[in-house]
């Protein structure tokens, strides 16, 4: 006995269909302009410069290396509405944003900005002793 072949199936005819890649989008990267700054108006001795940068995952204010002040309680960084020039002892903290409590009277320190805050809102970095109501300085926030 011989095998008999299957019966052949009838070819079905097939439709090519021409796929297309989605089409690239170029995403662009946020624009961000670092802003650099001096203590213009001090009122306690400040040496040393600061700026604030983006990083991946968010913006931060950095002291440079040559950050010195002399220490006392309760030193905190703000981000004030007001120009550096008006910032005092009295007003540093109102129209104001908290940034952190200073971990250091010198050497370089990076300190986190609040999520979504909206820097075009704000004129100056303020260093502030809270508990005695004493501005240590302020210097404007100057685009580079």
Do not use: M
């Amino acid at each position: 006995a011989t095998a008999e072949a299957p019966p052949a199936t009838p070819a079905t005819p097939t439709t090519k269909v021409a796929v297309t890649p989605p089409p690239t989008v170029e995403v662009a990267a946020p624009t961000f302009t670092t802003i650099n700054g001096t203590w213009d108006n001090q009122e306690q001795k400040i040496s040393g410069g600061w700026r604030i940068t983006q990083q991946v995952d968010g913006f931060y204010v950095e002291l440079d290396d040559a950050f010195k002040t002399r220490r006392a309680p309760d030193l905190k960084l703000f981000l004030s509405s007001n120009k550096a020039t008006d910032v005092t002892a009295r007003n540093a903290t109102s129209s104001s944003v908290f940034i952190a409590e200073l971990e250091a009277a010198r050497g370089a320190q990076s300190y986190r900005l609040p999520d979504n805050l909206d820097l075009t809102r704000y004129q100056s970095l303020v260093l502030h002793c809270e508990q005695y109501t004493k501005l240590w300085g302020a210097g404007d926030l100057r685009a580079e």
